[in-house]
C-alpha cells in the first residue's frame, strides 16, 4: 500500500509533500494509540516518560468510556454551569465535517463556552477581508505567468510545496524571486534576492514601499478610482514612512527600499505570495492589511499571473449553519449561545478562574464566566503549541479540570488527560473539502478501516450527544448526509451554496473534485478577482481606509507600532534577542513529531537554538554548546548552532514536543498570551530573550 497524489488534479498534479509522502507511517506506527484509555486512580497528571504512557492507563470499552465522559459532562455542568465546559480544538486533518459539524453540535446544544479559534489565521484573514471582504486570491496555477514573485513570509518551497512548480516555470520563463524573511527558509535560499528584515517590521516595510512608489508615480491611478477607497488618506499618512525612516526599522538600507519597490511596480505581472506568519506579531493584523494594500496600489490584479494570494478559503460559502446548529443552543441549560474563550489564551483560562482575558496594547478586560472544570481536546494538541506553555500545563494539571482528549498518539497533551479517546485519521474516515490555495471541491474518501477501535470527531460527537440524552435526529446524522448538508444540496440535486451550484453529490462523488463555477474553464475565462463589481466591503471597493476599524476605535489606516516586545521596548534591557518560534520544515505544527522518518528529516535543526555568530561570540557561546534560551516566563536548553544568515539580534528555534526535550519543555514556554492587534490572535513571533552559555 502506497499513499500517493492524484495526477488528475491541476493543483497537487500527482505529487505529495515530503510530511505525507511517509503518511503511512503514522497510519501504521507501532505506538499509535488503538483503544480508548482511562487514566489509573491514584496517577498524577503531568508530563510522562515517552514509550512508558500504557503504564498510566488502563484500556476500557467506549462504552464505558462513553457513558462515564457524558455523566462526568452532565455533573460538571449541573455544579458549575455548562459554560465549565470547554472544547478546544483547531483543523485536525482540515476536513469540514472533521473541523466543525457533529462537535459544534454537540456543544451548542449542551451549553458549553465556546472557542474562539484564533491561534493560526484569524488576524491575518481578518486583516486581508478588512481590505477586500472575501480572501479570494490568484489561481495558484497563474502563477506561472508572473514576471515577479514576492514571497513575504512564505516558505514556498518548505510548506507550500504545491506552488513551487509554478514558481519554477515562471522563473525559468524569466520571473525573479525575492523573499521577505527574518529567517533564510529553504525558498529564501534559492530566491534571487532574500531580504532578511528584523521581526515584526513588516508594516513598515510595505507602508516605505507604498511612499516610494507615490513619489515616483508608479501607482495604477485608473484601477485606483475604479476599484479603492481610502486613496487620498492613505497617500497622506504613507508621506512620513521615508526610505531612512523605515531602513532604521526593518535593518535594510534606503537603497534597497527604494529598489524594491520599483522591481515590484514596474515588473508585470507581479504575484505577492503572502503567508501567516507575518500576522504572528503584536501589529500583525496591521501588517498583513498593509501588504495586502499593495496589489491593489499597482493594479497587479488586472493581470494574469499577478495580483495576490493569502488564502483561497473565502471562495467556499460551505451551509455552517446546517452543520453546526447554533440554533440547538437555546434548548441547552442557559437557552442561548455561550461565551466565548479566545483559545490563545488558555494558559490565562485554566489558571485564573476560567474568565477570557484580552490583553492587548490597551490592557485587558475580562469576561465574566464560571471557572473552566471539563477540557474536551480533539483536533489539536495545546500542551505543544499554545503559547505560554508553563502556564498551559499549570491549568492541566489541576486535580479539579476534567480533560478528555480524542488523539492518534500519546503527545504532550494526553500526558494530562482523564480519558483518552482512539482518533482516525484522513484515511480512516470520509469528509468534504475546500483549500487555501486552489479552487477545487473536494472528497475525501475513506480508503481503509480503521485500526483497533479508533473513531471520527462525527461518530465520536454523536455518541457522546444520544448518550447526554439530547434527541435531536441531527446527531444521528451519517458523514455522507452531513456533507449534503454543507453543500446545501437542494430538491433538484445540486447545490444551494454560491459558486457551487452545478455541483451534486454524484458529480463530486464520482469526479473526486470539481472547480467552483466561475472557475470552470480558466483557460478561456481566467479568474482576476478584485476587477470588477461591487466587493463585499461596507464601500464595495478595496478599503486603503477603513470605518469599520475606526468605529471600534482603531486606526482606519495601517501605521507602524514596534510590538512590546521587540529590541525598541524596556523589556530589551533585560531579554535582547528577538526569537523567531518557527514551524518546523518536516512537521505540521507538532503533528509528525512523534516519527522517525520526519524526526530524521528534521534532525539538523531540531532542539537548536540558531544565533548570528557576533551575538554568540558576546556571551561566549561556542558552536554546538549547550545554552540556556530564557525570559520571565520559561527556559529551555537547547543547543547553539551559528547562522550568519540571521539578522544580528535574532534567534530562531523550532517547534517540537516538550515530552521529545531531555527537560520536559518546548519553545513556546517563552511565548506570551498577548494578542494581536486586529483578530486577537497568537503572538509567536513578537518574544524577547536571553542566551547564556550551560
Not at 85 to 106: E, H, Q
Not at 288 to 295: E, Q
Request: aromatic content about 8%.
Amino acid at each position: 500500500m502506497k499513499v500517493e497524489g492524484d495526477p488528475s488534479q491541476p493543483v497537487t498534479r500527482g505529487f505529495l509533500c515530503g510530511k505525507v509522502a511517509k503518511y503511512l507511517d503514522r497510519v501504521y506506527a507501532p505506538d499509535r494509540i488503538l483503544y480508548p484509555l482511562r487514566r489509573k486512580a491514584g496517577v498524577a497528571k503531568g508530563p510522562l516518560q515517552r514509550g512508558c504512557e500504557h503504564e498510566f492507563f488502563e484500556r476500557v470499552s467506549w462504552d464505558e468510556a462513553l457513558d462515564a465522559i457524558a455523566a462526568r459532562l452532565k455533573e460538571i455542568g449541573d455544579r458549575h454551569g455548562p459554560e465549565s465546559i470547554l472544547p478546544y480544538s483547531y483543523a485536525g486533518t482540515i476536513g469540514v465535517l472533521g473541523y466543525g459539524s457533529m462537535d459544534r453540535r454537540f456543544f451548542h446544544r449542551l451549553g458549553a463556552s465556546q472557542l474562539d479559534r484564533t491561534i493560526c489565521s484569524e488576524a491575518g484573514g481578518q486583516a486581508w477581508n478588512l481590505v477586500y471582504g472575501k480572501k479570494y486570491g490568484t489561481p495558484t496555477e497563474d502563477v506561472r505567468f508572473a514576471k515577479l514573485v514576492l514571497a513575504w513570509g512564505a516558505n514556498i518551497h518548505g510548506n507550500n510545496i504545491h506552488l513551487w512548480p509554478f514558481v519554477e516555470e515562471a522563473r525559468h520563463n524569466g520571473a525573479r524571486l525575492i523573499v521577505i524573511d527574518p529567517y533564510r527558509t529553504r525558498t529564501a535560499a534559492v530566491a534571487d534576492w532574500h531580504i532578511a528584515i528584523r521581526p515584526g517590521t513588516d508594516a513598515a516595510l510595505a507602508l516605505g514601499m507604498m511612499r516610494v512608489i507615490l513619489n515616483e508615480g508608479l501607482e495604477d491611478r485608473a484601477y485606483i478610482a475604479e476599484m479603492t477607497h481610502g486613496f487620498e488618506a492613505l497617500a497622506e499618512r504613507v508621506r512620513e514612512y521615508t526610505p531612512e525612516r523605515v531602513a532604521a526599522w526593518t535593518g535594510m538600507t534606503a537603497a534597497e527600499i527604494e529598489q524594491l519597490a520599483r522591481e515590484y511596480a514596474t515588473t508585470r505581472p507581479a504575484m505577492l505570495r503572502l503567508n501567516y506568519g507575518v500576522q504572528r506579531s503584536e501589529n500583525g493584523g496591521t501588517a498583513v492589511r498593509a501588504i495586502a494594500m499593495l496589489p491593489a496600489l499597482i493594479g497587479a490584479w488586472k493581470q494574469r499571473g499577478g495580483g495576490g494570494q493569502l488564502s483561497t478559503s473565502g471562495a467556499f460559502q460551505w451551509d455552517k449553519k446546517a452543520l453546526e446548529r447554533p440554533d440547538l443552543a437555546l434548548a441547552s441549560p442557559i437557552g442561548r449561545l455561550a461565551r466565548v474563550v479566545n483559545m490563545s489564551q488558555l494558559g490565562h483560562v485554566l489558571t485564573e478562574l476560567g474568565q477570557r482575558s484580552e490583553q492587548g496594547n490597551n490592557g485587558a478586560k475580562e469576561q465574566d464566566g464560571p471557572p473552566v472544570h471539563a477540557l474536551f481536546v480533539y483536533n489539536s494538541n495545546p500542551g505543544a503549541i499554545a503559547p505560554n506553555h508553563n502556564a498551559v500545563c499549570r491549568g492541566m494539571a489541576r486535580d479539579d479540570l476534567f480533560t478528555v482528549v480524542h488523539e492518534q498518539f500519546f503527545t504532550d497533551t494526553t500526558d494530562y488527560a482523564d480519558y483518552i479517546l482512539p482518533a482516525t485519521t484522513f484515511l480512516e474516515q470520509t469528509d468534504v473539502q475546500g483549500a487555501y490555495g486552489h479552487y477545487f471541491v473536494q472528497l475525501s474518501k475513506q480508503a481503509i478501516d480503521p485500526p483497533g477501535q479508533a473513531r471520527p470527531n462525527v461518530w465520536l460527537f454523536g455518541q457522546l450527544a444520544q448518550r447526554m440524552g439530547f434527541t435531536e435526529a441531527c446527531f444521528r446524522d451519517t458523514p455522507e448526509e452531513m456533507i449534503r448538508q454543507a453543500l446545501a444540496i437542494g430538491a433538484d440535486g445540486h447545490s444551494k451554496n454560491a459558486n457551487m451550484e452545478h455541483i451534486t453529490f454524484e458529480d463530486l462523488d464520482r469526479e473526486g473534485h470539481v472547480p467552483l463555477a466561475f472557475y470552470s474553464d480558466p483557460e478561456k475565462r481566467p479568474f482576476l478577482p478584485y476587477t470588477s463589481g461591487a466587493l463585499p466591503t461596507p464601500s464595495g471597493k478595496i478599503e486603503f481606509f477603513s470605518e469599520t476599524l475606526v468605529a471600534a476605535g482603531a486606526d482606519g489606516l495601517p501605521n507602524f507600532v514596534p510590538p512590546i516586545e521587540s529590541r525598541w521596548s524596556g523589556a530589551a534591557k533585560e531579554f535582547p534577542l528577538e526569537l523567531l518560534s518557527r514551524k518546523s520544515d518536516n512537521y505540521m505544527n507538532s503533528t509528525f513529531a512523534n516519527l522517525p522518518g520526519h524526526r530524521k528529516m528534521e534532525a539538523r535543526t531540531s532542539q537548536r537554538i540558531e544565533m548570528h555568530p557576533a551575538d554568540a561570540q558576546s556571551r561566549g557561546v561556542a558552536d554546538g554548546e549547550r545554552v540556556r534560551v530564557f525570559n520571565d516566563r520559561g527556559s529551555l536548553e537547547l543547543t547553539a548552532m551559528l547562522n550568519a544568515s540571521l539578522p544580528a539580534g535574532v534567534v530562531a528555534a523550532r517547534l517540537d514536543w516538550a515530552k521529545l526535550h531531555a527537560d520536559g519543555t518546548n519553545i513556546n514556554a517563552l511565548t506570551s498570551e498577548r494578542l494581536t492587534d486586529i483578530g486577537d490572535g497568537a503572538t509567536f513571533y513578537s518574544t524577547l530573550v536571553e542566551v547564556a552559555k550551560v
